[in-house]
């Protein structure tokens, strides 16, 4: 009993000294604390929310329910209605499986909460086999726009007639004995050529001017500063990506010669190489923190946007250009006795077909889909934008060396300083 008193007044005792000693080492900050807040505060004066975003932020824990839901539907419909009716014509299109139902939602509450809600674009869905009604039913509630779903026809999804079966089903082996990643699966050439030469011009998108692509299990880390499709719609832009990196080289062994084969067949009539950013697939030199451990297949770089987030203007696609090049592409059945992938081929495609001020790398969209990810590297970007996410995060990739970002800056439309180095 008296042991337990005396060891409670000795913790008090311990407790004012501590006190004590805290005021006599850093009181005399304190001033220099308060400086320090305010040069903050004033540093990030105009990110103050009620002036850098029209309108409230509203509270989910004012104990005001009634007030703030009121609020929030005035401010909100204000907002939504000025955006809706600013709409671009474009689609969130997402080619995936019934049973990826939950990566679907996943990626699409995401999407949703970091920009569709306010404009709510419609939602295209494709499959293989028709969606069943488990994953109708819960994708269209958690749209906040229409949502559509497709049946892929057969014949722009199976592998063409003409290719020999034989032959694929040796290369099959070949590839997957090789450790090549997806080397073995027949399901992941056919989405991979599908999505070369054939989503754009399935029927339930012939409505629309614009895609963006989304997959199961991605992930959008701030808030959208803007209608990317109206930055591509004002500024003329026909393809948009946010990380560009290196492909695995053994997935292409003869996609650059077949490349090279077109350059000369098209001899000028739709590549301009004066103007077209062909530099940024082909230069070898090594640009910004770079490695010299990848190697080049032929001229070809490996550098390539990656697919699974991109922004395009659907008529590039569907334009004569772009449609031959692909035919004679798919062609030498690369697609299936390799294991070419769209993203190769629509960033060789659009490297070579547009301008490079056509293409449009989305600096301020955080986005993850595994392993990699880009968050906004301006501080004043991840303030406003309430970004989730770390520039020193292991997967974040701008300037990895597996990146081409900065050979984009130097040779693409990218950062123009970069240009002179
Ligand atoms: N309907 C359908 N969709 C597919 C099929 N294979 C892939 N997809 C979709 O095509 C997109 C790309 O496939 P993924 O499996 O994500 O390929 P990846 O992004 O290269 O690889 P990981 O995401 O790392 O597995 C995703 O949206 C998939 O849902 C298929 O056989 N049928
Ligand atoms: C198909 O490929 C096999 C195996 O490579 C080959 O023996 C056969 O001649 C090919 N058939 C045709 C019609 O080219
Ligand atoms: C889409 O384009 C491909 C390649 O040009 C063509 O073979 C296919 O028939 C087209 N499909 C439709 C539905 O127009
Ligand atoms: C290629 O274009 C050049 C110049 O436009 C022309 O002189 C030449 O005949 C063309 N070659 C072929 C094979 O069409
Ligand atoms: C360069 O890249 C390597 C490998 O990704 C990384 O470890 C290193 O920190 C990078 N250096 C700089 C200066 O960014
Ligand atoms: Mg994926």
New binding site residues.
Partial sequence: MHGDIRGIHLAYIVLITGIIYYYLSFGDHEDEWFEKTNQLTRKYASLNRNSFLSGYKFSTNNFDNHDVINRYKTERSKNVCNKINRKENAALLMLTRNWELSGALSSMRSLEDKFNKDYQYDWVFMNDVPFDQEFITATSAMASGRTFYHLIPDEDWNPPLNL?????S?RLKVLAEAGVLYGGSASYRNMCRFYSGFFFNQSILDPYGYYLRVEPDVEFLCDFPYDPFRIMHQNNKKYGFVITLREYEETLPTLWENVQEYIDVDNGTTIDMSNNAHDFIMDDDLVGNESAMYVTNDNYNMCHFWSNFEIGDLNFFRSQAYGKFFNHLDSKHGFFHERWGDAPVHSIIASLLLRSDEIIHFDEIGYTHAPYSTCPTSQYTYLAQRCQCSVDAPGDIPLQSISCLTRWWKYGSGKKFMKEI
Avoid: E, V
């Fill in positions: 020999n079966q034989t032959l694929y040796k």
